[in-house]
């Protein structure tokens, strides 16, 4: 993998933690319900990390002299706090899934110190779904 190829898909990586902090932020103020209340106070806390994701990958795609983007995907519509919470653990699988594919892209394109600046991403992005499974699980 060359340099800009993997720029883009970081780039597409960064939409996707737009997209997060957008869903977050109207699942913060929307999603409602006794049995759901825990899971608002690691919704807030997710937002912060998505907020931190956002960052470390602009700093990155600049890093590899990209340029990063600023392009917000249109943020799907939920018809009920389950189903908020059912697109925020689709949303956080698939940037897992993104997030192991990108850190061994940056290793097999040559550079080791953006897969490690990833890999935090990666891990706080596994917590996210096991939270999201569990309070599904409870509510």
Excluded: C, W
Aim: glycine share 4%; net charge negative; no cysteine.
């Amino acid at each position: 993998m060359n340099k800009d190829k993997l720029v883009a898909l970081m780039n597409e990586d960064l939409e996707t933690e737009f997209l997060s902090i957008v869903q977050y932020i109207l699942h913060i103020a929307t999603v409602s319900g006794a049995e759901y209340l825990s899971i608002v106070d690691e919704l807030r806390e997710h937002l912060g990390q998505e907020l931190t994701h956002a960052t470390t990958l602009a700093e990155q795609i600049d890093f590899l002299d990209g340029v990063p983007t600023t392009r917000v995907p249109p943020v799907p519509e939920a018809k009920d706090a389950r189903h908020a919470l059912e697109l925020d653990l689709v949303l956080e699988a698939t940037q897992l899934e993104r997030y192991r594919e990108r850190v061994a892209d940056a290793n097999d394109a040559g550079f080791p110190d953006v897969a490690e600046a990833l890999r935090p991403l990666l891990e706080q992005t596994q917590d996210h779904v096991r939270d999201l499974k569990q309070a599904l699980e409870e509510g």
